[in-house]
């Protein structure tokens, strides 16, 4: 959907904010571009709607070399988000919207269907907001309207420079929670420019790590740049705390898991004892194998059925769940594991800190070695 071949930009006193940057951006993807202050990233993405105009290269959208396009009709075909999202100030939220439909000719009535359906879509109710300006809004609602604004006439293409990053960390998580799932909806083919390397590995599907003078160190997935840097440049741009990040991109499977004893709500305590065998604990489920707690062997003495006495389970994740959140509900509830369920929430197995740990050695030693995880073999030193 866009590619940069061999895209230069060098200013009349010499200096080379972009260096000959070859790179390609696929339909439906969202591509982060990452790097220190100075070092070209802004200005790659500006050349791709011409707000900076190259000095060398070819820049292709949907097969179109948009060197020699209209600029002004480009820029109208392209999504565009700012970190401060520049709203009209004498303009309703709705009319914020609709700017861009409205130079292209849409007719009133449906720049304000569309208005009013995006407003809904990016989590702003068009009978409250539609009608509001910009300074009535918080610092995360402008940037929600900013999005909308960019999307308002169905563009291909969106370029995102640093747009979440005014806001308070808090809002800016939220921000991004939100914009992942929008793009699982819209997915648009999308450029997205920050300086943070938490935020690209959480956003991007791959990521293109630059150093000073718009050079490229290294352009792949999250994973790969988290657990095999490239030059170390790019190791020591995303820290050397990149296998705790690492946790972020790194899902739960079925290989991570351990299996205690499972028994079932409605089983008597009579019958527990055979289950636990050398267990101090089990898995307790209900009758459609979904997860309904846990018992313990010191809980087991007595009459009644194991529902009687269960304790309920809250730390729990879903399969395909970051190893990141996994952690989060171990720390969270204290657990000395955390129950692991499917899509349709039945029980699978326990995620425990040694095996979370174990995960996360395969994920980082898989990428080093271009092999799938389950192909590594962890060595582990034991007491002898």
């Not at 999202?85 to 919207?97: D, Q, T």
Request: aromatic share 6%; proline share 6%; glycine share 8%.
């Amino acid at each position: 959907m866009i590619r940069l071949d061999g895209v230069s930009k060098r200013y009349p006193d010499g200096t080379v904010a972009v260096h000959e940057l070859t790179m390609d951006v696929r339909p439906g993807e969202l591509v982060v571009l990452v790097g220190p202050s100075g070092c070209g990233k802004t200005t790659t993405m500006k050349m791709v709607n011409r707000l900076v105009e190259p000095t060398g290269g070819r820049i292709f959208v949907d097969g179109v070399d948009v060197t020699h396009a209209d600029p002004v009709k480009l820029r109208r075909g392209i999504g565009y988000v700012i970190q401060n999202v520049g709203l009209f100030p004498h303009r309703s939220i709705e009319e914020n919207i609709a700017v861009v439909p409205e130079l292209t000719g849409w007719p009133k009535a449906r720049r304000r269907e569309r208005a009013r359906e995006l407003m809904t879509v990016v989590g702003l109710e068009p009978d409250t907001y539609a009608n509001r300006y910009p300074h009535e809004l918080s610092g995360g609602q402008r940037q929600r309207v900013g999005v909308a604004r960019a999307l308002a006439a169905d563009p291909p293409v969106l370029l995102m420079d640093e747009p979440f990053s005014a806001v308070d960390p808090v809002v800016r998580a939220q921000l991004q929670d939100e914009f992942l799932r929008l793009q699982e909806d819209v997915r648009k083919t999308i450029l997205f420019v920050t300086h943070d390397i938490e935020e690209a590995v959480r956003l991007g599907d791959r990521i293109a790590v630059f150093a000073q003078g718009g050079k490229l160190e290294q352009f792949d997935t999250p994973a790969a740049i988290l657990g095999a840097p490239a030059t170390p440049f790019v190791a020591d741009f995303v820290g050397f705390d990149r296998g705790l990040k690492q946790l972020s991109v790194t899902p739960v499977t079925k290989n991570d898991l351990e299996h205690p004893p499972v028994v079932r709500a409605d089983q008597s305590l009579a019958d527990v004892g055979a289950s636990l065998g050398v267990s101090n604990w089990a898995v307790v489920l209900d009758a459609s194998g979904g997860l309904a707690g846990w018992i313990g062997k010191d809980m087991v003495p007595g009459t009644g059925t194991v529902a009687d006495r269960a304790r309920r389970m809250d730390a729990w994740v879903q399969l395909d769940d970051s190893l990141k959140i996994a952690f989060a509900e171990m720390l969270q509830w204290n657990a000395g594991w955390i129950a692991v369920l499917d899509a349709d929430d039945r029980y699978l197995g326990v995620l425990t800190p040694s095996t979370l740990h174990a995960a996360l050695r395969r994920a980082v030693e898989a990428e080093s070695q271009s092999i799938a995880p389950s192909e590594v073999e962890l060595v582990t030193i034991t007491d002898s």
